[in-house]
C-alpha cells in the first residue's frame, strides 16, 4: 500500500500518465466543490428572524453582486464598479444610481469616469463639487469656469443667434420678482442685439443693459421693471468682471469632445446666484440644441436648481430631444418635476437620510426597500457604495472604487456677506410642459420584447402634423420612428410565436384595443411611426378614404400657404 501511494505521488511528480492525469481530474473538482461551497455559505442569511426580515434577505440575495458586461462593446461604456453600461447617446437608457455608505465624496465621486469618455461632457454645478473640480482640472482637455472675477476663462454669454442669447439674458430673472415683465424685457434685449450686429458694434452686456433701462413711453411699469433688471445685470458685470467676457464657446468645445465645467459659487451673493443659475440653464439648453454631436450633461447638485423650474424643465426635454444624456447628481431626486425625470438618462441619488427620497430610489432600483439605503445598512463600508439598476441590468451592488485625484490649493473666492433681499411674492405661474418620456409608461422594464423594442426607436425632431377628417390638421408630439428593419417595407419585428407589425405592439402595449379586421391609421402619415397617439384603429375601406383625405388636405395646405 505504502509502495503504491509513494509511486502515486512519484507520478503526480513527474506528471505521468495515468497518475498525473487523475491527480489533475481530483483537484479540479476538489476545487469546483470548494467554491460551490463557499458560495452557499456566503449567500446563506445571517440570521433567521421574522417573516419580514426572511423577505429583505430574500431581495438582498437576488441583489447581483458580480457585476455586469454588456454582450458587445458598448459605444460609450460608463463603468460603475464591477457594472459596465452602454450609455451612448440617443439609446434612452436610464440609468438609476444610489449611493449608501457615508457621506463624503459618494456622489460626484461616481460618475467621475464619465470624465474619461471620448466625448464631450459639459457639467453645471451649482455647488464647490470638488471631486468634479479636481477630475476637470487634472484633465488636458478641461476647462473649468467659475462665477469669480479671477477665473480665467470668461464664459462667453452673449455668442450666436440672437434670439437665443437674448433668452440667456432674461434667463433666471423670473425669480426675483419681475417675472411677468420678463417677455417684455426679452424683446428690448433681443432688439438692442439686432441693431448692435446690424450697426457692426461689439456686442456687450453694458450696452444691452443701458438699451434695457431706456424708458419707452407709454410703458411705466414695463420701464420699471426693465430698468430693475439692466441694473442687476450690470451689478453681475461689475461683480464677476472679465469671467463674463468672450472666450469660452461651449457648443466648440463639446464638438472638440471637451470637459467643460461650469462652476457656480451660489454664496457668492443672494442676488446674483439665482440669476446667474437661469442664465446657465439657458445657456446650457441653447448648447443641447446648438451642439450637434454626442455628449453628456452633467447636473451637479439639480437639487438647488429645481428652484429654476422654468429653465430646468426646458433644458432636460431639449437635451432629451436632441439625444444628449443628461446625468442628475442630487440628494433631492424625489422632489423633482417629471419633466425632469423622464428626460433623464443617469440618475444619481444620495438616498438615505430623507424617507421620501429612500422610498423613491427603492422603488427605482426594484425589488429593494427603502430600508436598504440606511446608513445601518452599511456597517463597515466607507464612502461609494452604490446600488444601480439599467435596462440589461438587474439590480447590482457595486463598490465604487476610491478615484486618485490631482489635489490643487483652492482659492479664496468668497466675497463678503450680503443682506438678502426680502422675499419675493409675485413668481410667475408655471406653464404647462410638454413632456418628452425617456421611457413611456408603455414600456414595461421587466419585459424584454418591450425594451428590445424601445431601444429601435428614436423620436423624430420637431412637433408632428397630425390630420384627422374630423379635425382636420394639429401639432403633436415627434413621431417614434422604428429604425429596426430598414429594408422592409413596414415596421416588423420578432416576438415569441413569429413576427410583429411594431405600431400595432405599441399601441397594445399602451392599452389601445384592435377590433378584428381593423387596421391602424397613422394620423401623423408616417407609416414608420410607431407613436401609440399617432394611431387610430379604422376599417381598412376607411384607411384607404383617410390616405387620399389626407393628400387632399396637404395640397390644399400648400395651394393656402403658397397664396
Ligand atoms: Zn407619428
Request: glycine share 8%; aromatic share 6%; hydrophobic share 40%.
Given at each position: ?159 450666436g443667434d440672437?434670439?437665443i442669447?437674448?433668452e440667456v ?113 439657458v445657456h446650457a439648453r441653447a448648447i443641447a440644441v446648438e ?273
Amino acid at each position: 500500500m505504502m509502495t503504491e501511494i509513494r509511486q502515486f505521488f512519484l507520478a503526480v511528480w513527474l506528471w505521468n500518465p495515468p497518475y498525473g492525469q487523475y491527480a489533475l481530474i481530483a483537484l479540479a473538482v476538489s476545487l469546483i466543490l470548494a467554491w460551490l461551497y463557499v458560495d452557499h455559505v456566503m449567500s446563506r442569511p445571517a440570521a433567521r428572524g421574522t417573516a419580514e426580515s426572511e423577505k429583505a434577505n430574500e431581495i438582498k440575495r437576488s441583489i447581483n453582486v458580480r457585476g455586469h458586461k454588456p454582450r458587445r462593446k458598448p459605444m460609450v461604456p460608463f463603468t460603475l464598479g464591477n457594472v459596465t453600461i452602454d450609455l451612448q447617446p440617443g439609446v434612452k437608457d436610464i440609468l438609476h444610481t444610489a449611493i449608501g455608505g457615508t457621506s463624503r465624496l459618494g456622489k460626484s465621486t461616481s460618475v467621475i469616469p464619465l470624465y474619461d469618455l471620448p466625448i464631450g461632457v459639459l457639467t453645471i454645478a451649482l455647488d464647490d463639487s470638488d471631486p468634479i473640480r479636481d477630475k476637470v482640472r487634472s484633465l488636458a482637455d478641461g476647462i473649468e469656469w467659475q462665477s469669480s472675477p479671477n477665473s480665467a476663462t470668461g464664459l462667453d454669454l452673449l455668442r450666436g443667434d440672437p434670439l437665443i442669447c437674448s433668452e440667456v439674458l432674461v434667463g433666471g430673472f423670473g425669480l426675483v420678482g419681475t417675472g411677468r415683465w420678463q417677455r417684455r424685457a426679452r424683446m428690448r434685449v433681443l432688439s438692442a442685439l439686432e441693431a448692435m450686429d446690424k450697426h457692426g458694434h461689439q456686442r456687450s452686456i453694458e450696452a444691452v443693459a443701458k438699451a434695457l433701462a431706456t424708458p419707452i413711453p407709454g410703458e411705466s411699469e414695463a420701464n420699471k421693471a426693465c430698468a430693475d433688471w439692466a441694473d442687476r445685470l450690470q451689478h453681475l458685470v461689475r461683480t464677476l468682471g472679465p469671467a463674463l467676457g468672450p472666450g469660452l464657446d461651449v457648443a466648440e468645445s463639446l464638438r472638440q469632445g471637451k470637459k467643460v465645467l461650469l462652476r457656480m459659487n451660489r454664496f457668492l451673493s443672494p442676488m446674483d446666484a439665482p440669476m446667474l443659475g437661469g442664465m446657465l440653464l439657458v445657456h446650457a439648453r441653447a448648447i443641447a440644441v446648438e451642439a450637434g454631436v454626442p455628449f453628456i450633461l452633467v447636473i451637479e447638485e439639480a437639487g438647488q436648481m429645481a428652484n429654476f423650474q422654468e429653465e430646468i424643465s426646458p433644458l432636460t426635454q431639449a437635451a432629451g430631444a436632441r439625444r444628449v444624456s443628461v446625468v442628475i447628481i442630487t440628494q433631492n431626486l424625489s422632489k423633482l418635476p417629471k419633466e425632469v425625470t423622464n428626460n433623464t438618462s443617469v440618475w444619481v441619488s444620495f438616498a438615505q437620510e430623507d424617507e421620501a427620497e429612500m422610498k423613491f430610489a427603492a422603488q427605482k432600483l426594484r425589488p429593494l426597500l427603502a430600508e436598504h439605503f440606511r446608513r445601518e445598512e452599511f456597517p463597515n463600508e466607507g464612502r461609494g457604495i452604490a446600488y444601480v439598476r439599467a435596462p440589461g441590468v438587474p439590480t447590482s451592488l457595486v463598490r465604487i472604487a476610491r478615484q486618485r485625484l490631482l489635489h490643487t490649493e483652492d482659492e479664496d473666492i468668497s466675497v463678503p456677506h450680503c443682506q438678502p433681499e426680502p422675499e419675493v411674492e409675485n413668481l410667475p405661474t408655471p406653464v404647462d410642459l410638454k413632456v418628452l418620456p425617456a421611457v413611456p409608461g408603455w414600456v414595461d422594464l421587466e419585459n424584454p420584447v418591450h425594451i428590445r423594442a424601445w431601444k429601435k426607436l428614436k423620436y423624430d425632431v420637431g412637433p408632428s402634423l397630425l390630420w384627422h377628417p374630423v379635425t382636420g390638421f394639429t401639432e403633436g408630439e415627434p413621431c417614434l420612428v422604428w429604425t429596426g428593419t430598414p429594408g422592409a417595407n413596414r415596421p416588423k419585428m420578432s416576438v415569441p410565436g413569429g413576427t410583429a407589425t411594431v405600431y400595432r405592439e405599441t399601441f397594445v402595449w399602451a392599452g389601445g384595443v384592435i377590433p378584428e379586421k381593423y387596421e391602424l391609421d397613422h394620423l401623423c402619415g408616417n407609416g414608420w411611426c410607431c407613436l401609440p397617439e399617432h394611431m387610430e384603429p379604422v376599417t381598412k375601406a376607411e384607411n384607404l378614404a383617410r390616405q387620399s383625405g389626407r393628400e387632399k388636405a396637404l395640397k390644399a395646405r400648400a395651394v393656402e400657404a403658397a397664396a
